[in-house]
Every structure is written in structure tokens, then in C-alpha cells.
């Protein structure tokens, strides 16, 4: 089945630096991958729609300068956490649309999600 | 407006036992999809099972069956024999048609707790 690879799984920075967290799309194509983010005991929440060769479609309320996503080719989307706050501490998870638009249930794959943590 | 509600936040199960856990969703969009997701404590999203808005028959994958009841607009995740590896957060989602971009999004999850 298809597989996204997503990494670093965990990591660690300080306050004020840059974190990039790279989801790739193993054995498939993915010309769209999108960006959640998960708070301690709540649901996903939807970041960001990242479509290849275009500009990602943010979600109301997600600071775009903030949260870089790069979607450069169909294997590789990033999302790069700039100047991070301890406030962006949270759980990051990439999923990847699969196969057609109808009936599919392989319509999404999810990557094993990056814990960061800012202090 | 709340597209997919989960009032279950946390469920606790007899081992080998079933459990129903409750999932109602409201679109306009004619074509949607809905789906269960487990998450262990690992923080990775496992797909459990799908259905389609127009599938006639209820989806079933191995111990998982997905209760679909169009009319009332609910997809309740029924688990049979109840394993304790099954201890998991349990998330509903939907995918909305055109109208909504094909994106998913997710219910606020239920925590089931299984009991040896």
C-alpha cells in the first residue's frame, strides 16, 4: 500500500530557531499532501492543503509566514516551523491523498507524525 | 458549524467484549466519504475502515463493521471481540465532495479503554 515517510519523528529545539519536518511519498505519487496539527487530547487539526508545483492553501487561521510549507516535487512536501515558540510545541502529522477522488478507501495515507518541542 | 461530532470522549470496554463508538457528521454535499482512524499512544493514525456516501452496503474489515445510517446521518465504528491492544484514541473523519475541497476533517476523537 502507499506509504509516507515522514521525519524527524521527534525533535527538540530552541526558542527562536527554524525546524523543517519532511514527509515523503514512498511508492506513489503525491501531487496533494496536507499538514495537521494535534493538540494533547484533540482532534487534527487542518493546517494547510500543499498541492506540487503550486502555493499551499492555508487554513483560516494559520499564519502562513510562520508555518513554510514547501511542495516541490510529488515525493517530498515540507513544512518548516519558523523562529518556533514554545506555543508551537504540538504534534505535526502529514497525509497524503491516494489514488481517485471517489470510493477509494486508500483516499488518504497519514505519515507517523513529528512531536516538536520548543523550550 | 460542527461538521463531525463525537460525544463519546471516552469509552471503556470488557475484553472480548463489543463496543459501538458514535459518530454523526452533517454536509450538503451529496458525495462525502467517512472514515475511522485508531491512534495509539505512539501518536501514529492507523486507517481502520471506509464508506461511501453512495455505498449501499455497510463496510466491514475484520473485526471492524461501520454502523451507516445515511438518513440520520451517523457512522458509528462497532468493534467486535474487544483485544487490548485495541486501547487506542478513535477518530471519525469525513471528506466532503467537490463543495469541500477533498479535504478531511476530524471528530473530536473517543479514547476507548479496554479492560483485561
Known amino acids: 500500500g502507499a506509504v509516507v515517510s515522514q521525519h524527524p519523528s521527534r525533535v527538540i529545539c530552541k526558542s527562536g530557531t527554524s525546524v523543517k519536518i519532511e514527509c515523503r511519498s514512498l511508492?506513489?505519487?503525491?501531487?496533494?499532501m496536507f499538514w495537521y496539527r494535534q493538540f494533547p487530547k484533540q482532534s487534527l487539526m487542518l493546517m494547510a492543503t500543499?498541492?506540487?508545483?503550486?502555493?499551499?492553501?492555508?487554513e483560516q487561521g494559520v499564519e502562513k509566514d510562520k508555518f513554510l510549507i514547501n511542495h516541490a516535487s510529488l515525493t517530498l512536501s515540507t513544512l518548516t516551523v519558523t523562529s518556533a515558540h514554545p506555543e508551537d510545541s504540538s504534534f505535526y502529522i502529514c497525509?497524503?491523498?491516494?489514488?481517485?477522488?471517489?470510493?477509494?478507501?486508500?483516499?488518504?495515507?497519514f505519515g507517523s507524525g513529528t512531536r516538536l518541542t520548543v523550550v | 458549524a460542527q461538521k463531525i461530532t463525537q460525544t463519546q470522549p471516552g469509552m471503556f470496554v470488557q475484553e472480548k467484549e463489543a463496543v459501538t463508538l458514535d459518530c454523526t457528521y452533517d454536509?450538503?454535499?451529496?458525495?462525502?466519504?467517512l472514515f475511522w482512524y485508531k491512534q495509539p499512544s505512539s501518536g501514529e493514525m492507523i486507517f481502520l475502515i471506509y464508506?461511501?456516501?453512495?455505498?449501499?452496503q455497510n463496510a466491514t474489515e475484520g473485526r471492524y463493521s461501520l454502523n451507516f445510517q445515511k438518513a440520520r446521518k451517523s457512522a458509528n465504528l462497532v468493534i467486535s471481540a474487544s483485544q487490548l491492544g485495541d486501547s487506542a484514541m478513535y477518530f471519525c473523519?469525513?471528506?466532503?465532495?467537490?463543495?469541500?475541497?477533498?479535504?478531511?476533517?476530524f471528530g473530536a476523537g473517543t479514547r476507548l479503554f479496554v479492560k483485561a
Open positions: 497525509s497524503a491523498r491516494v489514488g481517485g477522488d471517489r470510493g477509494s478507501h486508500y483516499g488518504y495515507t
Open positions: 473523519a469525513m471528506r466532503e465532495g467537490m463543495t469541500g475541497g477533498f479535504k478531511t476533517i
Open positions: 511508492d506513489f505519487q503525491a501531487t496533494t
Open positions: 454536509t450538503s454535499d451529496p458525495s462525502y466519504g
Open positions: 464508506q461511501g456516501s453512495y455505498d449501499q
Open positions: 500543499s498541492n506540487e508545483g503550486s502555493k499551499a492553501t492555508y
